[in-house]
């Protein structure tokens, strides 16, 4: 089962055309990458919250559907105070897939 939505990023490639694609691509790893770094129940969760609102965003322009389910429901419960009950490590992973898997697949596919 893929964590993509490959029609969202075919989508996407053809609005901003090749070149602009792999910049985007590229910037999104790289932001994503950091935000997933420093996620932590521990900080406020508040702060939380937009951090996942940020992935959740994120996740839904690149077709990362299983990830911006997770920081869906993570927002939510980080919005009612609830950060214990958020499963971090099953969106890290979410996003591990999902980037392993478009890594995988080349950009010239598209």
Same mark, same amino acid.
């Given at each position: 089962m893929t964590t993509i939505d490959w029609r969202q990023l075919e989508q996407l490639q053809s609005e901003v055309g090749q070149d602009a694609f792999q910049e985007v691509v590229d910037l999104f !790893?790289?932001? =994503?990458?950091? =935000?997933i770094a420093r996620l932590d129940a521990a900080q406020p969760a508040r702060a939380l919250e937009e951090d !996942?609102? %940020?992935l959740k965003g994120s996740a839904l322009n690149l077709? %990362?559907? =299983? !990830?911006? $389910?997770l920081c869906?429901?993570?927002e939510k419960r980080a919005a009612q105070g609830q950060t214990a009950d958020i499963d971090l490590g099953e969106i890290r992973a979410a996003y591990? $897939?999902?980037r392993d898997e478009l890594v995988a697949h080349s950009a010239s596919a598209f």
């Open positions: !790893l790289d932001e =994503v990458d950091e =935000v !996942l609102h %940020f077709g %990362f559907k =299983v !990830l911006s $389910t869906q429901a993570g591990q $897939t999902g």
